[in-house]
């Protein structure tokens, strides 16, 4: 009975932050529509070390299917090579201003290379908190081939059916503590009846390091820069470094999402099947490209 009122009041309180959460941050009404969609199955190209190796030995697995990429991607050859339909972001430091002198060269460059290199219709999703900064809009403006669509990464805790109701309604999502999150959660929005992923490793563990002096690094490890990166502290939306029990609340936060993720697509009946090699999501269906071939 204790545990039953216990947990009766978690979901009543992590409701209430949720409506709150809305009332004051989401935007009500967002059309998701992407103009690029073609397919009713969409592989999602994580940046993770083993994306290019499994690009390369298995070719055909991104015929006939919608092709989405994430954050720094339009920044290498790949880009190009596949064109993708649709790009999301979440990441804070893409479009702030009041960040680390290094994030906004990172971020300047990431949206030059898409000004440059699109030259296809491409739908591009970063979060509504984006609208109101304008530089990186007035990078993008020149190309009419780039569609700017906004989304709703509010978090939404509490009572299941409350929850689906927001996703359905586009309101929010699972804490997005990793982009892997819209990309499901939008995707879903979609109606793509099946969401494939590669590169999506999340194999950050193995990388945590704590100096001397109490310094937490994390090598994040991409497939275009696995032989060079070092690690480096985390940052918290563009600036300052995050601790131990930060990083792993973070961690923690992303990989449960995944499971109110998969639970949500049964619910519609949609199959989420991670293709990733040695991936450390537990959420979703592994499914091996070999026996696919």
Same mark, same amino acid.
């Not at 990431?110 to 440059?116: N, P």
């Given at each position: 009975m204790i545990l039953q009122i216990q947990a009766f009041l978690k979901h009543l309180g992590n409701t209430i932050e949720s409506v709150i959460r809305i009332v004051f941050l989401s935007k009500l009404r967002l059309d998701l529509s992407s103009k690029g969609k073609e397919n009713s199955e969409i592989l999602v190209l994580g940046n993770g070390p083993s994306l290019q190796d499994d690009l390369q030995n298995y070719p055909q697995f991104t015929k006939g299917k919608d092709l989405v990429c994430v954050n720094h991607f339009p920044k290498t050859p790949l880009y190009e090579k596949l064109k993708p339909v649709i790009?999301?972001?979440?990441?804070?430091? /893409?479009?702030?201003?009041?960040?680390?002198? =290094?994030?906004?060269?990172?971020?300047?460059? /990431?949206?030059?290379?898409?000004?440059?290199?699109?030259?296809?219709?491409?739908? /591009?999703?970063?979060?509504?908190?984006? =609208? =109101?900064?304008?530089?990186?809009?007035?990078?993008?403006e020149e190309n009419s081939h780039i569609s700017i669509i906004f989304y709703?990464?509010?978090?939404?805790?509490?009572?299941?059916?409350?929850?689906?109701?927001?996703?359905?309604?586009? /309101?929010?999502?699972?804490?997005?503590?990793?982009?892997?999150?819209?990309?499901?959660?939008?995707?879903?929005?979609?109606?793509?009846? =099946?969401?494939y992923i590669i590169g999506a490793d999340h194999s950050w563990l193995p990388e945590i390091t704590v100096t001397d002096t109490n310094e937490v690094l994390i090598s994040q490890k991409h497939f275009y820069d696995r032989e060079t990166v070092r690690g480096e502290p985390l940052d918290k939306r563009g600036k300052g470094k995050r601790t131990l029990p930060e990083i792993l609340h973070k961690f923690m936060t992303a990989f449960s999402g995944y499971f109110v993720i998969e639970?949500?697509?049964?619910?519609?009946?949609?199959?989420?099947?991670n293709a990733t090699k040695g991936s450390f999501i537990d959420a979703f269906q592994k499914i091996d490209l070999d026996k696919l071939e």
């Open positions: 790009y999301i972001t979440g990441a804070p430091d /893409l479009w702030l201003d009041d960040i680390e002198e =290094k994030y906004v060269e990172q971020s300047k460059e /990431l949206f030059d290379a898409m000004r440059q290199k699109t030259n296809w219709p491409l739908s /591009l999703y970063i979060p509504y908190e984006a =609208k =109101k900064h304008m530089r990186w809009q007035k990078q993008l709703n990464n509010i978090p939404i805790e509490g009572w299941k059916v409350f929850n689906y109701w927001c996703f359905k309604k586009n /309101l929010g999502m699972p804490r997005p503590h990793n982009v892997m999150i819209p990309c499901f959660m939008i995707s879903l929005a979609l109606g793509y009846q =099946k969401i639970e949500y697509a049964k619910y519609k009946g949609v199959k989420i099947l």
